[in-house]
């Protein structure tokens, strides 16, 4: 099916260049980018209107990232550079047209690089793509509907369907989709924290009987230590960077580990604080670890090794709060240090003076991202950040706890409210008493499960809820060739993206409001990154007159497949406040939904570790689990890549070229390497090679990439996504969670040949 179809971005010109790092984050550059990146799609007004709004209490929350914002004060802009191209890219007044659209097959719109298909603009109506055509066309909403249902009735077991959900959806539209896939009948629910935190989830889940984190904002200014470990705050969270900056003004130390050295962590100037731009910034790493890629729980048992040996652990804590501290304590002292260092990277003395940091921290903070949970050994090395919490006893008291740092800006709540595969009983029993709808039982297909259905033929309806699961999974090629194989493929979305291109047999564009726009259904609600649940109310004029909004069309989908018997889908659209009381009527911690989520700021959702402490785990104590070190050797000659983000792009839509931290200009296809390795290539900068991927018997080729040489430990590399996921095999997943290692790929690299491809 339309195999030509391109699933990987073309080729691009070779244009890269090379600079210095960055040494200081954010700062001027930041805010005077913000305006003209705003300005540049969106125009004086929407931007001004828009940035006047962000984040405040009864504006729109920040489509950027999870970063919650501070509980009783806001200052005019709490808004980063980052979260301006956010908003630019969705407030654009570009409109991709059905003209312009259906002016080119799908064919040639995938010749495109993804950055352009991004600027054509917003959708504007629905569209369809027939099994016959190579051209999307214009088609009604309801006629989009009635393919939908049709679709629907012909599954020949509800399991053939699948439906995706992107962060970015509000508690409200993701309630209602959890409720339309249950009512086809399927808990198949895959969904893009499969391949994001999805480990935290479960190496938090089973060590303290919560999978979130456990700290405020404002504990960042009561810490005394932050450890900032597998993640980018400079770019993917800079408002984050305020509360590192507050740790340090109030004495506490930040800790960076990390095997690249980013911006942010070493320096960062708040672009809100106009004065202190003239300066060189605040400092924020005290000190900076350049682990090796995957050495992080080597690295963790080592400074569990020197806090135990020091004995500064909190013992009433442990006596009363804690299941397995004997194992574990026997465990840590046999592991021996030989290991610890070579897997790691990192010098025994460099282990001791981070333990002892530890070990003199009364409150401490450990925060993570993709660095920690796209790992084989993701859910261990969390389940070690929670073990060295709990020694210390840092939970239920303020300025300590566990932090990990959520990437879209709901997908904690769309969790939440249902977004799950695996649903708990007393979640479905609660919906099936509520909405009269039977609930399917049997969990479902997460996102890596759900690619291995659809190549073997079990899929016919896929539906997606925003996002871009072509570039965003791993293995793209294969990815493709499973989609190609199923019927009919729908994308709710704003903007055009690989997945609209490679589709199913047919395929429907569904175009929605965005975050920023006037819906006229009232305010929707999201959680961040901290457990508060708050409004976020657009203020800016739709993109177009036929767009709905992402309720509408699900209500929409649902009353066309279902009609309103048991469940009234239509009268849930027309007012959100219906679909918070549902919510609050089959999940009591949203309590007073309505009341209190009008309240500024909204509310804390109850958490016990954090609260308490108490823990929701069999037997009311946190557990400390025991993990070996896997002893993961590599062939000779081979590396380990990991993929991450420049700065400018949000996960799959890019907005530019450059990586201006990194200092890479004008091009994505680099891969970042040490001079000694090279060196020991006989390579030079900017030369191009290609990368081939092992796992178990398979072998993944990509050509042309270019050499960054970069301050990265001999032996990893570092290459962008979604570039580089064609080379993440499929079957390369973290144990207990199902994701895909992007930050852990064993390949080879040559000298590419000059062979015309
Ligand atoms: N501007 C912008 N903001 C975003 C996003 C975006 O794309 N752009 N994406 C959003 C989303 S969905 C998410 S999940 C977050 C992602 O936020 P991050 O997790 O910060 O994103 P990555 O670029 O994947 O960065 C991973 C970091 O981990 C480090 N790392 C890689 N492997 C290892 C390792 O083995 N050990 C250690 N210690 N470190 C390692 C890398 O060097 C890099 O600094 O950001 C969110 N915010
Ligand atoms: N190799 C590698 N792969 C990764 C990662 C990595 O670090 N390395 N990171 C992973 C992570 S952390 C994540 S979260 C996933 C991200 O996976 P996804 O969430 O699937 O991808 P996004 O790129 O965020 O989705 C962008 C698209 O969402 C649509 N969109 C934007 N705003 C809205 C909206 O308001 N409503 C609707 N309905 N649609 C909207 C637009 O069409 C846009 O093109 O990627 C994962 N993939
Ligand atoms: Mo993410």
């Given at each position: 099916?339309?195999?030509?179809?391109?699933?990987?971005?073309?080729?691009?010109?070779?244009?890269?260049?090379?600079?210095?790092?960055?040494?200081?984050?954010?700062?001027?550059?930041?805010?005077?980018k913000?305006?003209?990146?705003?300005?540049?799609?969106?125009?004086?007004?929407?931007?001004?209107?828009?940035?006047?709004?962000?984040?405040?209490?009864?504006?729109y929350?920040?489509?950027g990232?999870?970063?919650?914002?501070?509980?009783n004060?806001?200052?005019?802009?709490?808004?980063?550079?980052?979260?301006?191209?956010?908003?630019?890219?969705?407030?654009?007044?570009?409109?991709?047209?059905?003209?312009?659209?259906?002016?080119?097959s799908?064919?040639e719109?995938?010749?495109?690089?993804?950055?352009?298909?991004?600027?054509?603009?917003?959708?504007?109506?629905?569209?369809?793509?027939?099994?016959?055509?190579?051209?999307?066309?214009?088609?009604?909403?309801?006629?989009?509907?009635?393919?939908?249902?049709?679709?629907?009735?012909?599954?020949?077991?509800?399991?053939?369907?699948?439906?995706?959900?992107?962060?970015?959806?509000?508690?409200?539209?993701?309630f209602?989709?959890?409720?339309?896939?249950?009512?086809?009948?399927?808990?198949?629910?895959?969904?893009?924290?499969?391949?994001c935190?999805?480990?935290?989830g479960?190496?938090?889940?089973?060590?303290?009987?919560?999978?979130?984190?456990t700290?405020?904002?404002?504990c960042?200014?009561?810490?005394?230590?932050?450890?900032?470990?597998?993640?980018?705050?400079?770019?993917?969270?800079p408002?984050?960077?305020?509360?590192?900056?507050?740790t340090?003004?109030?004495?506490?130390?930040?800790?960076?580990?990390?095997?690249?050295?980013?911006?942010?962590?070493?320096?960062?100037?708040?672009?809100?604080?106009?004065?202190?731009?003239?300066?060189r910034?605040t400092p924020?790493?005290d000190?900076?670890?350049?682990?090796?890629?995957?050495?992080?729980?080597?690295?963790?048992?080592?400074?569990?090794?020197?806090v135990?040996?020091?004995?500064?652990?909190d013992?009433?804590?442990?006596?009363?709060?804690?299941?397995?501290?004997?194992?574990?304590?026997?465990?840590i002292?046999?592991v021996?240090?030989?290991?610890?260092?070579?897997?790691?990277?990192?010098?025994?003395e460099?282990?001791?003076e981070?333990?002892?940091a530890?070990?003199?921290?009364?409150n401490?903070?450990?925060?993570?991202?993709?660095?920690?949970?796209?790992?084989?050994?993701?859910?261990?090395?969390?389940?070690e950040?929670?073990?060295?919490?709990l020694?210390?006893?840092?939970?239920?008291?303020?300025?300590?706890?566990?932090?990990?740092?959520?990437g879209?800006?709901?997908?904690?709540?769309?969790?939440?409210?249902?977004?799950?595969?695996?649903?708990?009983?007393s979640?479905?029993?609660?919906?099936?008493?509520?909405?009269?709808i039977?609930?399917?039982?049997d969990?479902?297909?997460?996102?890596?499960?759900?690619?291995?259905?659809?190549?073997?033929?079990?899929?016919?309806?896929?539906?997606?809820?925003?996002?871009?699961?072509?570039?965003?999974?791993s293995?793209?090629?294969?990815?493709a060739n499973?989609?190609?194989?199923?019927?009919?493929?729908?994308?709710?979305?704003?903007?055009?993206?690989?997945?609209?291109?490679?589709?199913?047999?047919?395929?429907?564009?569904?175009?929605?409001?965005?975050?920023?726009?006037?819906?006229?259904?009232?305010?929707?609600?999201?959680?961040?990154?901290?457990?508060v649940?708050?409004?976020?109310?657009?203020?800016?004029?739709?993109?177009?007159?036929?767009l709905?909004?992402?309720?509408?069309i699900?209500?929409?989908?649902?009353?066309?497949?279902f009609?309103?018997?048991?469940?009234?889908?239509?009268?849930?659209?027309?007012?959100?406040?219906?679909?918070?009381?549902?919510?609050?009527?089959?999940?009591?911690?949203f309590?007073?939904?309505?009341?209190?989520?009008?309240e500024?700021?909204?509310?804390?959702?109850?958490?016990?570790?954090r609260?308490?402490p108490?823990?929701?785990?069999?037997?009311?104590?946190?557990?400390?689990?025991?993990n070996?070190?896997?002893?993961?050797?590599?062939?000779?000659?081979r590396f380990?890549?990991?993929?991450?983000?420049?700065?400018?792009?949000?996960?799959?839509?890019?907005?530019?070229?450059?990586?201006?931290?990194r200092?890479?200009?004008?091009?994505?296809?680099?891969?970042?390497?040490?001079q000694?390795?090279?060196?020991?290539?006989?390579?030079?900068?900017?030369?191009?090679?290609?990368?081939?991927s092992?796992?178990?018997?398979?072998?993944?080729?990509?050509n042309?990439?270019?050499?960054v040489?970069?301050?990265?430990p001999?032996?990893?590399?570092?290459?962008?996504?979604?570039?580089?996921?064609?080379?993440?095999?499929?079957e390369s997943?973290?144990?207990?969670?199902?994701?895909?290692?992007?930050?852990?790929?064993?390949?080879?690299?040559?000298?590419?040949?000059?062979?015309?491809?």
């Open positions: 099916m339309r195999r030509d179809v391109k699933a990987q971005p073309p080729n691009e010109e070779e244009r890269l260049k090379i600079r210095k790092p960055k040494q200081v984050a954010a700062g001027i550059t930041g805010v005077t913000s305006f003209t990146i705003g300005m540049s799609e969106a125009g004086l007004i929407r931007t001004l209107k828009t940035m006047r709004s962000v984040n405040r209490f009864d504006g929350d920040c489509p990232c999870a970063w919650p914002d501070p509980d004060h806001r200052s005019n802009f709490e808004f980063c550079e980052n979260g301006a191209k956010a908003f630019a890219t969705e407030a654009t007044k570009k409109r991709l047209t059905p003209t312009i659209l259906s002016s080119k799908v064919q719109w995938s010749n495109h690089s993804d950055m352009e298909l991004d600027k054509l603009g917003r959708f504007t109506n629905p569209m369809v793509l027939r099994s016959d055509s190579n051209h999307y066309e214009e088609i009604s909403w309801d006629g989009a509907f009635e393919m939908i249902s049709q679709c629907v009735n012909n599954l020949s077991d509800p399991n053939e369907a699948a439906l995706y959900t992107s962060g970015r959806a509000s508690n409200e539209s993701a209602l989709w959890g409720t339309l896939a249950r009512q086809i009948g399927t808990n198949n629910l895959p969904d893009c924290s499969n391949m935190h999805e480990s935290s479960v190496g938090l889940t089973t060590s303290i009987g919560i999978g979130k984190g700290v405020r904002l404002d960042f200014d009561k810490a005394d230590l932050v450890i900032v470990i597998g993640q980018n705050p400079g770019t993917n969270h408002r984050m960077l305020s509360a590192l900056a507050n340090k003004r109030n004495g506490g130390s930040v800790i960076s580990i990390n095997p690249l050295l980013e911006s942010g962590l070493n320096r960062f100037k708040h672009p809100q604080e106009i004065i202190r731009l003239l300066g910034g924020i790493a000190a900076h670890f350049p682990v090796r890629i995957g050495g992080d729980q080597a690295l963790l048992q080592g400074v569990a090794k020197v135990l040996e020091l004995g500064r652990i013992h009433s804590f442990i006596e009363e709060h804690i299941d397995g501290f004997e194992d574990w304590q026997k465990h002292s046999s021996n240090w030989e290991d610890i260092v070579t897997q790691s990277g990192i010098l025994k460099q282990i001791i981070i333990g002892n530890v070990s003199n921290a009364k401490m903070i450990i925060c993570w991202a993709m660095g920690i949970t796209q790992h084989e050994n993701a859910v261990a090395t969390i389940q950040i929670s073990n060295l919490l020694v210390g006893g840092h939970f239920g008291r303020p300025g300590a706890g566990a932090c990990p740092v959520r879209h800006s709901n997908v904690q709540g769309d969790r939440t409210v249902g977004i799950n595969h695996n649903p708990s009983s979640f479905l029993d609660a919906c099936e008493r509520e909405t009269g039977i609930m399917p039982r969990s479902g297909f997460d996102s890596v499960e759900f690619i291995h259905a659809a190549r073997n033929d079990r899929v016919r309806l896929f539906m997606a809820l925003g996002g871009n699961l072509l570039s965003a999974m293995d793209t090629e294969e990815v499973s989609i190609r194989n199923i019927d009919l493929t729908v994308q709710i979305s704003t903007k055009l993206n690989r997945s609209h291109l490679v589709t199913g047999k047919q395929a429907l564009i569904l175009p929605c409001l965005g975050r920023t726009e006037i819906d006229p259904s009232g305010f929707v609600t999201v959680e961040n990154s901290m457990g649940v708050h409004s976020s109310k657009g203020n800016l004029e739709p993109g177009s007159k036929s709905m909004s992402e309720a509408a699900v209500s929409g989908i649902g009353s066309s497949c009609g309103s018997n048991p469940f009234k889908w239509l009268e849930m659209s027309n007012d959100y406040d219906k679909i918070r009381d549902l919510i609050e009527s089959v999940l009591p911690i309590s007073n939904y309505n009341k209190r989520v009008r500024e700021g909204g509310f804390y959702l109850p958490n016990g570790p609260d308490g108490t823990w929701d785990t069999p037997k009311g104590k946190a557990i400390m689990h025991v070996i070190i896997p002893n993961r050797v590599i062939k000779k000659n380990i890549l990991m993929t991450v983000r420049s700065h400018d792009q949000y996960n799959t839509t890019i907005y530019g070229m450059d990586d201006r931290y200092g890479v200009y004008n091009s994505r296809r680099v891969v970042m390497m040490n000694l390795d090279i060196d020991h290539l006989g390579l030079n900068a900017k030369d191009e090679v290609d990368i081939t092992h796992f178990n018997e398979r072998e993944i080729v990509s042309r990439w270019k050499v040489p970069y301050d990265i001999r032996g990893n590399l570092a290459a962008y996504f979604p570039e580089a996921n064609v080379l993440v095999p499929l997943v973290a144990k207990g969670s199902n994701t895909p290692t992007s930050k852990w790929i064993e390949v080879s690299v040559r000298p590419h040949i000059n062979d015309g491809n």
